[in-house]
T-cell receptor, first 113, second 112 residues
Framework: DAKTTQPNSMESNEEEPVHLPCNHS???????IHWYRQLPSQGPEYVIH???SNVNNRMASLAIAEDRKSSTLILHRATLRDAAVYYC??????????????FGKGTLLTVNP | DTAVSQTPKYLVTQMGNDKSIKCEQN?????MYWYKQDSKKFLKIMFS???????INETVPNRFSPKSPDKAHLNLHINSLELGDSAVYFC???????????FGPGTRLTVT
């Protein structure tokens, strides 16, 4: 699986936007970029995924660089409930199904009131 | 309604014992997984089942044996528990191998 690099931790203030970066310089053409998050004492939770175009859903937005070597997860207005570890994961969809998520260390997001 | 549930939530046991963790999903998914999160918080896939067929067995000791009686259930049986088995075990499910995975709340296993 292609590797991703994320900052160990980031801090934000409540109701402000948060931009969580992820570098994936060795991404292949068939790798999708997925984001999951893990709130304290809970299981991971799917956030968003994309291939080339920017994506929006009710939880977040995903901005993907034109060369796809990096991406940014955007939380438009951080709340205390968004404090979690955020994982950027590449999933290769070529040649059939991909049945596993390979988690890295992720970014610990702290949200200050 | 809980989408992916696990029992028990906490499990404390002694070395050498055999224990099971149960997982059930009511999402109608055909693929289920077991992940292990160790004390350093690294999450790693252990097993994946698709339509009750083992798809992934990620170099897990054969003391760990998953059992899938039907598509909605994937249980994890662990024989001869060791101290290093202490971790949080997460069950997950998805529709097929490519879609997003839904995780259970986890089972914290402590081996003393």
């Amino acid at each position: 699986d292609a590797k991703t690099t994320q900052p160990n931790s980031m801090e934000s203030n409540e109701e402000e936007p948060v931009h969580l970066p992820c570098n994936h310089s060795t991404i292949s053409g068939t790798d999708y970029i997925h984001w999951y998050r893990q709130l304290p004492s809970q299981g991971p939770e799917y956030v968003i995924h994309g291939l080339t175009s920017n994506v929006n859903n009710r939880m977040a937005s995903l901005a993907i660089a034109e060369d796809r070597k990096s991406s940014t997860l955007i939380l438009h207005r951080a709340t205390l409930r968004d404090a979690a570890v955020y994982y950027c994961i590449l999933r290769d969809w070529s040649g059939g199904s991909n049945y596993k998520l390979t988690f890295g260390k992720g970014t610990l997001l702290t949200v200050n009131p | 309604d809980t989408a992916v549930s696990q029992t028990p939530k906490y499990l404390v046991t002694q070395m050498g014992n055999d224990k099971s963790i149960k997982c059930e999903q009511n999402l109608g998914h055909d693929t289920m997984y077991w992940y292990k999160q160790d004390s350093k918080k690294f999450l790693k896939i252990m097993f994946s089942y698709n339509n009750k067929e083992l798809i992934i067995n990620e170099t897990v000791p054969n003391r760990f044996s998953p059992k899938s009686p039907d598509k909605a259930h994937l249980n994890l049986h662990i024989n001869s528990l060791e101290l290093g088995d202490s971790a949080v075990y997460f069950c997950a499910s998805s529709q097929g191998g490519r879609s997003e995975q839904y995780f259970g709340p986890g089972t914290r296993l402590t081996v003393t």
